[in-house]
């Protein structure tokens, strides 16, 4: 490629709203097969709400959510935002807590008023020991819905299922449908459960989903979409996907996003519309049919 022509092209696309840190972004990106998108802060807002919550045990909904609310108090993950929220509006949350922990990917847990409280994903209750197997069809329905099942159990026991959504940014259905009109693939990253992840993808039309990611393991991940020399572009915005973006072909990262992703990044959206996306890639190809 000339110099001049990507220097045309840098400058188209910053006023789009998409700043390529380098050229060679800008020539690489013309190349990709398929885009890779994180799930949530990504595809979604990144603000979930509590939806339901389903008792399961003796306890009431007012007993569970004070406990629950208490906990998720200390946690920074947007889940637990949500769930502070509601729990809020129910009533005052105690504050005699102890032995607070985050299980990052998993959830978290802390003695609340002297009751052990243990809340997150599936995979935090079986390592916990607690038993699931009567809610499954409950979870698996507040999946289907594109829902995201959590667990909640108090003393050793199962108290609530409970579900968070986190909506669609409106930007994204008209982003996928023109990044199939390029020809490309479009896959979705996240930690979130493979029924939730995979009926997200479904309304969306994505075509491959990698769910239950742990927070390490988004490299991995990449690298597994990569297999048979297929070039990828990695959209994220948290600081668990930093590594990613460094790992993929093309890097992207939402200038609304953390600064861990941003400085990992060869491409920064100014916006969070996904639609900055396809503008990226557009100017891309554009500028290097112009060369050849
Ligand atoms: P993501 O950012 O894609 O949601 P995470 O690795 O942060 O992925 O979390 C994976 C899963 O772990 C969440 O979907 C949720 O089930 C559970 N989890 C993590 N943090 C919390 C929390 N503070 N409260 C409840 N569940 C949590
Ligand atoms: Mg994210």
């Known amino acids: 490629a000339t110099p001049t022509s990507i220097m045309v092209g840098t400058g188209r696309a910053a006023q789009l709203g998409v700043l390529f840190r380098q ?3 800008l020539q690489t990106l013309q190349s990709v097969k398929t885009v890779a998108l994180d799930k949530t802060g990504t595809l979604t807002k990144g603000k979930p709400e509590l939806t339901d919550l389903v008792l399961v045990g003796e306890l009431t909904e007012d007993e569970v959510l004070p406990l629950i609310g208490a906990v998720e108090v200390r946690s920074e993950h947007p889940i637990a935002q949500a769930i502070v929220r509601r729990a809020e509006l129910a009533g005052k949350l105690p504050s005699d807590l102890r032995d607070f922990q985050s299980h990052t990917g998993y959830g978290v847990s802390a003695t609340v008023s002297d009751r052990k409280v243990i809340l997150g994903a599936d995979r935090l209750m079986l390592r916990e020991g607690i038993d699931l197997d009567t809610t499954g069809p409950i979870a698996a329905d507040l999946a289907k819905a594109g829902k995201t099942p959590l667990y ?3 003393d050793g026991q199962l108290a609530a299922v409970i579900a968070v959504a986190d909506p669609i940014k409106p930007g994204t259905p008209e982003a996928i449908a023109r990044l199939h009109d390029l020809g490309l ?6 930690g ?7 009926a997200i993808a479904a309304q969306l039309g994505i075509d491959r989903v990698v769910a239950e990611v742990l927070p390490d393991g988004k490299v ?3 690298d597994k979409l990569k297999e048979g020399g297929n070039r990828i572009a990695f959209v994220g915005d948290g600081i668990n996907d930093a590594p990613a973006l460094a790992q993929a072909d093309v890097g992207l990262a939402i200038g609304t996003g953390t600064d861990v992703a941003i400085e990992a990044a060869d491409v920064v959206l100014m916006s969070g519309d996904l639609r900055g996306v396809v503008n990226a890639i557009d100017v891309s190809q554009r500028s290097m049919a112009n060369i050849r």
């Open 23 to 25: 050229g060679d972004a």
């Open 152 to 154: 909640a159990a108090i």
């Open 185 to 190: 693939q479009v896959a979705m990253i996240t």
């Open 192 to 198: 979130d459960n493979r029924g939730t992840a995979e």
């Open 220 to 222: 991995a991940a990449i």
